[in-house]
């Protein structure tokens, strides 16, 4: 039985080198299972500008437009007010997380998400939900007006800083401003 593994094994290995044929195969590629997606309380800090502004609105005459800086795309100042009117984009951010992070700026505690949902008033501008929130601190004397407008998956913020009393005053040019937003 030993002489003939021994015969045999050389034909075998001589009839296999002789060939020069290379064999490839296709292995289908795995697909990597989705991560979760980590719930974010606050907007990622990554601005996406738009080409120039990326829309346009009814300007009130007493508003002086001024260039965005930093994650700011465009600044408004209001004549008479120390108001601080400004748009920023960012990629996430859900409505509650930024109206508890806004409460915050102006010393009020957070509100539960069922209140700021009550609290929140939503319309179209140009076919797109706007979350609009008027906050103000009678103890500071200071408010903050937000709207949040979906262009998911952007998001573009606008808000309005200054004293609740301007902020007041302001209010109804603010809200038509974002009312009348044209988005290309």
């Known amino acids: 039985m030993r002489k003939?593994?021994?015969?045999i094994l050389p034909v075998?290995?001589?009839?296999?080198?002789?060939?020069?044929?290379?064999?490839?195969y296709?292995?289908?590629?795995?697909?990597?299972?989705a991560a979760p997606v980590p719930q974010m309380t606050a907007p990622e800090v990554r601005a996406a500008a738009p080409a120039g502004k990326g829309f346009s609105a009814d300007v009130p005459a007493t508003w002086?437009?001024?260039?965005?800086?930093?994650?700011?795309l465009v600044s408004y100042s209001i004549e008479g007010t120390s108001i601080d009117f400004y748009l920023i984009s960012l990629s996430m951010g859900d409505v509650a997380s930024n109206v508890n992070r806004w409460r915050g700026?102006?010393?009020l505690a957070p509100a539960s998400a069922e209140q700021i949902a009550a609290d929140i008033r939503v319309f179209q501008a140009d076919g797109r939900a706007v979350s609009y929130a008027?906050?103000?601190n009678p103890e500071t004397g200071q408010g903050i007006?937000?709207?949040?407008?979906?262009?998911?998956?952007?998001?573009?913020y606008f808000t309005a800083?200054?004293?609740?009393?301007?902020?007041r005053a302001n209010a109804a040019d603010i809200r038509t401003f974002l009312e009348s937003l044209k988005i290309p």
């Open 134 to 136: 008027e906050l103000y």
């Open 161 to 167: 800083k200054g004293t609740a009393d301007e902020l």
């Open 64 to 72: 002086t437009e001024k260039p965005g800086s930093g994650m700011r």
């Open 26 to 33: 296709q292995v289908p590629k795995e697909t990597p299972a």
């Open 145 to 156: 007006v937000a709207a949040i407008v979906d262009l998911a998956p952007q998001y573009w």
């Open 12 to 24: 075998l290995l001589l009839t296999a080198c002789g060939r020069e044929q290379i064999e490839t």
């Open 105 to 107: 700026q102006i010393g």
């Open 4 to 7: 003939s593994l021994f015969t």
